[in-house]
């Protein structure tokens, strides 16, 4: 009775839930442990990724959640083998039917054999009675099936223990690493606080200093503004210069030795060797050497020397010609691009344009109301007192005074600019 409810508890484990047959490579969902055939698991699944739930418990399954079950599958293997009828088998020497066991040599014989040899044979029925039970070997297979399945369960519990200690070590470890950067980040914390600390201070004493500059640059424009209003009031009395010759200093104006420097000179300006004389001239089929002294667009030269100080007058010959405009300058006045005459763009000057004598003024020019062009112009620089002034060198009149200007300690050098046509300015001894 008791073979009989152990054959059927096998049968039923072995048993597919599904297509109810033998097991035919069996597969352990992971999840619940029920085993079935793999292609039946396939048919069951939810979706063509392979997920689904147990047919059985109806516990769902992610992909791949399953594995193969070799041992079930030896199992199922042996089960087919003894529910399969063996054919009667023959005695090779005798050709009878081999109905007899020999317990001790362990072998099936017919009745012939066990005449001739003296074997302790009984009938196959006998002995399966007196051994063990035909199944018990199977079960024994079974059991041993179920140790593997049970030793695989506790390496399994083992590795995940040793990962948990792993994963525990693991964090352990990161914090720590933790511990360790939260204190790197305390420092850098207090680091820049630090600097923080020092840049308001900084910061502070540089607004003071711009507070204390501002203030300076106020003072400065006071000044400045007085200065304008002292020049504007002294320039409606007589002028001095005016009454200066040109042989006698009263009005202690210096003569000034000028001559002019060639490494100023736009390339259509050809200075003579004594640097006293500029005449117009085409393009010089040889390129002149470069810098950042020559002009390149308007056609000016500038004198060698240049005044920071003091009254200095000076005087230049014009010959009869088209356009051309004489004066002073400051030193660094832009070399580069075509821009107007004028104390806008540092250039003080009087010249001749269309015919008309002009005073080259901001915005426009101003026409001066003269006979004729004088033939000698003198220009007389009153440095500190910010004023530049023309005059006729022959009949020693006026010809046009600028107002007061703020030089502001940059130096200024003679300037000539040459017109269109052959024009020629010689600076007179």
């Known amino acids: 009775m008791a073979v009989g409810n152990a054959m059927e508890n096998l049968q039923e484990e072995i048993t597919c839930a599904v297509c109810l047959d033998f097991l035919h490579d069996p597969v352990m969902l992971l ?29 769902p399954f992610p992909c791949g959640s399953f594995r193969p079950n070799r041992q079930l599958a030896n199992v199922v293997a042996a089960v087919r083998e003894l529910a399969t009828p063996v054919a ?28 001739h040899r003296a074997h302790p044979a009984v009938p196959l029925e006998e002995a399966a009675r007196s051994t063990q039970n035909p199944f018990s070997r ?25 990962a948990d200690e792993t994963r525990q070590e693991m964090l352990t470890r990161v914090d720590a690493e933790k511990q360790k950067l939260l204190v790197v980040l305390e420092g850098l914390r207090r680091a820049l606080g630090e600097q923080e600390s020092q840049f308001s201070i900084r910061l502070g004493r540089l607004r003071r200093g711009l507070e204390e ?22 320039c409606q009395q007589p002028d001095n210069i005016l009454g200066c010759s040109l042989e006698e200093d009263s009005g202690g104006y210096r003569r000034a030795t000028v001559t002019l420097g060639p490494a100023t000179a736009h390339p259509q300006i050809l200075v003579s060797a004594d640097g006293q ?3 117009r001239r085409e393009s010089p089929s040889a ?78 020019p101003t026409s001066l109301p ?36 703020i030089f502001a300690g940059e130096r200024l050098r003679p300037l000539l600019w040459l017109g269109e046509g052959p024009t020629l300015l010689t600076l007179c001894p």
């Open 213 to 234: 500059q501002r203030r300076g640059e106020a003072a400065e424009m006071a000044w400045l503004w007085q200065r304008r209003t002292e020049l504007q009031a002294k």
């Open 88 to 115: 009667e088998e023959l005695c090779q020497r005798h050709r009878q039917p081999l109905t007899l066991f020999c317990h001790r040599d362990g072998i099936l014989l017919c009745t012939s054999c066990a005449k």
């Open 31 to 59: 999840g619940c442990g029920h085993n079935f055939c793999h292609r039946c698991l396939d048919r069951c699944s939810a979706d063509a990724a392979g997920a689904g739930s147990c047919p059985q418990c109806r516990l």
């Open 287 to 364: 390129p002149l050497p470069s810098g950042t002294e020559r002009f390149e667009s308007l056609r000016c030269v500038l004198g060698r020397q240049g005044f920071a100080g003091g009254r200095h007058r000076w005087a230049v010959e014009v010959r009869p010609g088209p356009d051309w405009a004489l004066g002073v300058a400051w030193e660094f006045v832009s070399r580069k691009g075509c821009f107007g005459l004028s104390p806008e763009q540092g250039v003080w000057a009087v010249g001749q344009w269309l015919g008309q004598l002009q005073a080259l003024t901001w915005p426009s």
């Open 138 to 162: 199977l079960q024994e297979r079974f059991e041993a099936s179920l140790k593997a399945l049970q030793k695989e369960e506790e390496r399994r519990a083992e590795l995940a223990a040793t």
């Open 370 to 405: 003269h006979d004729r062009v004088p033939r000698r112009i003198e220009v007389a620089l009153d440095y500190t007192g910010g004023r530049v002034a023309f005059r006729d060198a022959e009949s020693e009149t006026k010809i046009f005074v600028f107002p007061p200007a």
């Open 277 to 279: 004389t500029a005449e």
